[in-house]
């Protein structure tokens, strides 16, 4: 086996699948721009959710808006639903694994908040759940999706966002996720801050 060459292919395919992103998810990616900063300075929150990687990922976008992405501004109201172990595990034990975001986005959610929604397959049971929660609490929702979009891309309102990475693949979808929130981070504090370049 050739390591260096396996590396290469690896490399290279993750940067045909980010070009191929660019071209689709460019305009939905400046659209969930413009929904999260309106939520955020009509002093809503946004709550962020997924499993296993996309889990990761919800934690990693609420510590850059609660904290900082690359620039000094005040903190950004942001929740990730996947961190309070004892809130997740009493629910899926109490009811159903299904139910650990859905419950959570009913007690949080507020009508303008909006639900950051992880899904590299777009079929997780309680991702879908929790948007469904937040439709009744009249939030909005930005949906990270690949293969297709799934169940969650038939499910998604006017209004919410689907941003879909054209993959098939679970490393590289996620590898445009993470490039994904690197972007909503990044317009964000350009629009909070009135930054131009």
């Known amino acids: 086996m050739d390591l260096i060459q396996r590396i290469s292919r690896q490399f290279e395919d993750s940067i045909r699948v980010k070009q191929d992103a ?15 900063t309106a939520c955020l300075l009509g002093n809503g929150k946004i709550l962020a959710c997924g499993n296993g990687g996309s889990a990761a990922d919800a934690q990693h976008f609420a510590a850059e808006l609660l904290n900082r992405f690359e ?6 109201a942001a929740i990730a639903l996947t961190t309070d172990t004892s809130t997740l595990t009493s629910i899926a034990n109490d009811y159903d694994f299904a139910q650990v975001f859905s419950k959570q986005v ?26 469904e929660v937040a439709h009744e609490r009249e939030m909005r929702v930005v949906a990270l999706t690949g293969k297709g979009g799934g169940k969650i891309g038939e499910q998604l309102a006017d209004g919410d966002i689907h941003l879909c990475v054209p ?3 679970t490393a ?5 996720h993470l490039l994904a929130l690197h ?15």
């Open 71 to 76: 620039m000094e501004r005040p903190p950004l």
């Open 22 to 36: 660019l071209e689709l998810m460019a305009a939905p990616l400046a659209g969930a721009i413009e929904v999260m």
């Open 106 to 131: 009913a007690a949080l959610g507020q009508p303008g908040d909006v639900l950051l929604a992880i899904s590299t397959s777009g079929n997780s049971p309680n991702v879908m759940a929790a948007i």
């Open 183 to 197: 972007c909503l981070c990044d317009g964000i504090d350009c629009s909070l801050l009135g930054v131009e370049e």
């Open 172 to 176: 590289r979808i996620q590898e445009v």
């Open 167 to 169: 993959a098939d693949r």
